[in-house]
């Protein structure tokens, strides 16, 4: 499928929820399926790669929701099932391919303590270890690139179908289009192999998590 949106930003009947909530649903069946995917992150750790205590703080902050707000317990039950699925895939017999790209700040930011920091961080160390997972942190000598302008996620299915989505508070969104799937990816893998990444990757974890 070549240049569709899921979200017609154009439809005024839609609301930009309704839309927002259609794009997670169609990334939650895709992602399931995807035997490659691409992460670029500038801001905090990926969706898909958080603990429990660290999606609460940053999904409740981004939203302003208070801790015991339906919404935010919703909202991080969807995000742990998604890590969760991630994490039973990449365990498994067929485990897909990750590239994920993290900005050096997002790793320090100190997101809901120092204690949950450290157990994000330590998660993150664990994950890179898997022999179909390649982490890549973006240190803060790098400079300005391309994925400063926003998030993304890329994920091609078995039969070559691609998908990315980019999510924002205001409406977020998937792209079906092989052309936009493509130039995502190659910026990950471009950028790979300037980054701080293999064994350096998780020793500048270990560091960034003493220094907490």
Excluded at 46 to 63: D, H, N, S, W
């Amino acid at each position: 499928m070549r240049g569709l949106t899921m979200t017609r930003t154009g439809d005024a009947t839609t609301s930009p929820e309704a839309r927002g909530q259609a794009a997670l649903d169609e990334l939650l069946k895709r992602e399931a399926a995807s035997v490659q995917i691409h992460l670029m992150q500038t801001n905090y750790v990926p969706g898909l790669l958080q603990v429990e205590g660290y999606a609460t703080e940053m999904i409740g902050r981004i939203r302003s929701l208070d801790p015991g707000d339906q919404e935010l317990a919703d909202r991080v039950r969807t995000r742990m099932k998604r890590a969760a699925g991630l994490a039973e895939r990449l365990e498994g017999e067929e485990p897909p391919r990750v590239s994920v790209l993290i900005d050096e700040g997002a790793l320090r930011r100190l997101v809901g303590g120092r204690e949950t920091m450290r157990k994000q961080l330590a998660h993150l160390s664990d994950v890179a270890k898997l022999p179909t997972v390649e982490l890549g942190i973006v240190p803060f000598g790098f400079g300005a690139y391309s994925g400063l302008a926003g998030p993304f996620e890329v994920h091609r299915d078995a039969q070559g179908d691609d998908a990315v989505y980019f999510e924002s508070t205001d409406e977020s969104k998937i792209v079906l289009d092989e052309a936009e799937a493509e130039r995502r990816r190659r910026v990950v893998d471009s950028m790979m192999a300037s980054v701080v990444s293999g064994d350096d990757a998780r020793a500048l974890l270990e560091t960034i998590s003493r220094e907490l």
